[in-house]
């Protein structure tokens, strides 16, 4: 499937919090157009997050809608939020689209379920495992310039520097096959300092990881996904494979990757037992 380019996820976000505003009083876009001397056209495109609205927009529009001062403020809290850049805006040229969406998410975001049944999760990879992948797996199927390899991997030690050491840090949920705690990526060493670096953020409160041990038969026969969950938005799951990257919205589509990964941590070893099986592999590397 083709990549879905949306916009910035927090000028997204804002849409939908306007549209819900909408749908509430029953009216069309249209009909709220109409007075305000607008298209019904520029409705859609602040809805569907074409257009950034100004602050004199959506105090328009919040008025036209008769919300409280409340929804007024939290829309104009959504559009602050929308109109600052990223930490990710500068590395933009050297990564895809999808994937620059989906640091927004991952900055808004409360929680990740992430399922890796290929590589370890990327959150959790230490440079020297990414830079490996990335550059001598990765670049024999889609070869990238030397200089965007080195932002992408700079962007993931932002990511965790970020989102799991910062002030809140992002509660992370991963599991992944016990198979990838052996294939080599690196070699010795590389897999060595990465099996270490997974037995130390599993101490952490806000970290979860959970291996499904080769014993377990095929728990589910889907790609890799993400599930996001936000504390004010509905739940997005994010796809990626050789031909790009997907967004999952769809209410019942996102549940079934809920239900999926509920199933995944059911079948998985428990924390304790997957900190043993990390630490069992990290010894076979270090010989």
Do not use: C
């Not at 809290?77 to 689209?97: I, V």
Request: net charge negative; no cysteine.
């Amino acid at each position: 499937m083709a990549e879905k380019d949306t916009a910035a996820p927090r000028r997204r976000r804002l849409g939908q919090q306007l549209r819900r505003l909408r749908e509430a009083t029953g009216k069309t876009g249209a009909q709220v157009a109409g007075p305000l001397g607008w298209s019904a056209a520029k409705v859609s495109r602040i809805e569907t997050a074409q257009t950034m609205p100004s602050e004199a927009d959506i105090t328009a529009l919040v008025s036209a809608y008769g919300a409280d001062d409340a929804a007024l403020v939290h829309a104009l809290k959504l559009r602050q939020d929308a109109a600052q850049k990223g930490w990710w805006e500068p590395y933009s040229e050297s990564m895809p689209q999808g994937f620059v969406s989906y640091l927004g998410l991952e900055a808004d975001a409360e929680e990740m379920r992430n399922w890796e049944p290929m590589v370890l999760p990327g959150l959790l990879q230490t440079s020297a495992y990414a830079r490996t992948l990335m550059g001598q797996h990765m670049q024999p199927i889609a070869p990238i310039p030397k200089t965007w390899l080195n932002d992408r991997v700079e962007v993931r030690e932002r990511r965790q520097e970020i989102l799991l050491h910062g002030p809140k840090p992002l509660r992370l949920r991963v599991v992944f096959e016990e198979s990838l705690l052996r294939r080599d990526v690196g070699g010795a060493e590389v897999m060595g300092e990465q099996l270490e670096k997974l037995v130390d953020v599993s101490e952490f409160d806000h970290i979860e990881i959970r291996v499904i041990s080769t014993s377990t038969p095929l728990p589910v026969t889907t790609g890799p996904f993400v599930h996001f969950t936000f504390p004010d938005f509905p739940d997005i799951v994010y796809l990626e494979d050789l031909e790009g990257s997907r967004f999952l919205e769809d209410a019942e589509e996102v549940f079934r990757y809920e239900r999926a990964f509920d199933h995944l941590m059911g079948v998985a070893l428990d924390a304790a037992a997957s900190r043993r099986a990390i630490k069992d592999a990290a010894a076979f590397w270090h010989g």
